[in-house]
């Protein structure tokens, strides 16, 4: 409680006792709060293991570059410019001025001012061995030095990665392993957001219990129910009516209880947006435009990104009884990824036949299109595996039972159970539980999904480079194979687009072929959002942005 006496006190400004006013028909004041589908893990970018961990920390903790999804350019952030060397050896960050971090007691109750230091000590930490960091992969084949300060035990933060220099308060010099420019598309992930290095000597281990960043919300308390965060009265980013950001007054994101209908939530106006709504149930729970008119429904928009969403099967390929890739390749072509879009997502998913890429600007497939669904292969592989009929294998989901979801999930368990005498039993548990279970080797098979770390191909193919084995990688299903490998080298040092993109697609093929994984579709992100929230965005990769989001009533 002295703590948060502390924030408040700290965060009463001269702005605030003048009631502030909006230009160009914004408004300022207000409090907004949505459901997170899942429950979240520590308020810390390194942390973050999911789309949910990583939309909790979005409010309080800023990326050094941004990406602009409508022209597919990078965008300034906290990095104000940068430049490379001749021959791309190394690229220089000139870090924004006049950029703080939230108020705290590790800076006597004051706002302390970004500097090069925190960001060399931000991509220090997500190089590290630390528990916390599970980031390490982005960057260990980037940056000179990486791959052995991840080795260090020690985790000596006065030295860091060697290939990271302060050369002044403002500027930041990276030495690069990569000659090709892709570390700064690394640099939007919201898991590399700046963290202060005052805070992390102040507070230690303690570090995610105080989530201090320079975002656009303060971090205010963490209940069982929620998440509450405060505008940031010092925030260094206006709009284009130079109204200081950000509108709202407080952002809560609540967690969902056993059996709460987050539907009548929103319905009621207890809540302004829907972050994960299948688009096919959209029309069945608002009704039509005129009924939302004539006040038989609130008012909505609905925001959707296409494609970036893989949803697949997974396997622990280091054990039984997925060692065997026979078995794998087997529920590779017996999966009917057309059926499961036609009959359970209403059309609305797109199936990944080609393979785990999405069709996206930065790749393109250059092999011949075949549909994988063949049941006399399946039946083929499944002969030649040494899988014995009647053995049962745990099939874990986190899906919510009754779901679109989860009624593809028992058709396929019937399915596989009908034409190979495959027994699987499927498994309900949380996402939280399941990440524990694969991570302990206590899970053989799940379903999972996927949204790109960053706007590159490689970023889909990663957790799957087996070099990857001395860092906590998002992915454990322990996929290992040197051509593989070999490629994945081969595509960092090719600065050639088109030939880059090869080197990828061989990628996929050797995945398509081994089948570590077998990828199902590729799924719309959807947010549904009340007519009198203006301003919030969400981006292809998940992140929702309410820096710019006020509330004006419809009139």
């Known amino acids: 409680m002295v703590f948060l006496f502390f924030i408040l006190s700290a965060c009463t400004t001269p702005e605030e006792e003048t009631k502030l006013i909006a230009k160009g028909g914004r408004v300022y004041g207000g409090n907004v709060a949505y459901y997170a589908s899942e429950k979240t893990g520590p308020i810390f970018p390194m942390a973050g293991v999911s789309m949910y961990d990583q939309r909790a920390s ?36 000139k870090i924004r001025n006049g950029v703080y971090f939230h108020p705290d007691p590790c800076f006597n109750n004051g706002f302390g001012r970004l500097t090069a230091t925190d960001v060399k000590f931000t991509i220090d930490f997500a190089c590290s061995s630390h528990h916390l960091n599970r980031q390490g992969h982005l960057l260990t084949s980037k940056i000179m030095g990486a791959a052995e300060f991840t080795k260090d035990k020690g985790c000596d933060f006065n030295q860091g990665v060697s290939g990271v220099k302060v050369l002044s308060d403002s500027v930041l010099r990276l030495s690069l392993l990569d000659s090709t420019q892709t570390i700064l598309k690394i640099l939007t992930h919201q898991s590399l957001s700046v963290i202060s290095r005052r805070a992390y000597d102040f507070y230690g281990e303690k570090i995610p219990e105080h989530p201090i960043g320079t975002g656009p919300f303060i971090f205010n308390q963490k209940t069982k129910a929620n998440l509450l965060f405060t505008r940031n009265p010092k925030y260094w980013k206006r709009d284009s009516y130079n109204n200081a950001l950000p509108f709202l007054d407080t952002l809560t994101i609540k967690f969902k209880k056993v059996g709460q209908d987050i539907f009548k939530s929103f319905a009621s106006q207890n809540t302004d947006l829907l972050s994960s709504i299948p688009i096919n149930e959209i029309n069945s729970l608002f009704g039509t435009l005129i009924d939302a008119q004539e006040g038989k429904n609130i008012l909505h928009k609905v925001q959707y990104k296409k494609g970036l969403k893989v949803n697949y099967l997974e396997f622990d390929c280091s054990r039984p009884p997925f060692n065997d890739p026979n078995l794998r390749r087997a529920i590779y072509h017996a999966v009917d990824r057309q059926q499961i879009c036609r009959e359970f997502l209403y059309g609305e998913g797109s199936p990944a036949e080609l393979g785990v890429l999405p069709s996206v600007p930065f790749f393109s497939y250059t092999g011949r299109t075949m549909n994988p669904y063949n049941m006399r292969l399946a039946k083929s592989h499944l002969r030649k595996s040494s899988y014995k009929i009647g053995d049962t294998i745990s099939f874990y989901v986190n899906s919510i039972e009754g779901s679109p979801e989860d009624q593809w999930c028992n058709s396929l368990v019937n399915h ?19 990440m524990n279970m694969i991570e302990k080797g206590e899970a053989a098979m799940w379903k999972t999904a996927y949204i790109s770390d960053y706007p590159d191909a490689e970023s889909f193919l990663m957790p799957y480079y087996s070099k990857n084995k001395e860092v906590r990688t998002l992915n454990m299903n322990n996929f290992s194979n ?27 093929n050797i995945l398509n072929r081994e089948a570590p994984i077998v990828p199902l579709y590729f799924e719309d992100l959807v947010v549904v959002i009340n007519l009198r929230l203006r301003g919030a965005q969400v981006n292809s990769f998940g992140i929702l942005d309410l820096s710019r989001a006020y509330l004006k009533p419809i009139q």
Not at 417 to 432: A, E, G, I, R, T
């Open 58 to 93: 979005a409010p309080v903790f800023e990326t050094l570059l941004a990406y602009n999804e409508e022209d597919q350019k990078l965008v300034s952030n906290l990095i104000k410019d940068y430049a490379f060397s001749t021959d791309n050896s190394y690229v220089d960050l």
């Open 416 to 434: 596989l159970d009908k034409n190979l005498n495959l027994q699987l039993k499927l498994v309900h548990v949380s996402f939280m539980d399941k």
């Open 482 to 508: 040197k051509e593989f490998d070999n490629n994945l080298d081969a595509s960092r040092g090719e600065e050639d687009p088109s030939k880059r993109n090869e080197y990828f697609n061989s990628c996929v």
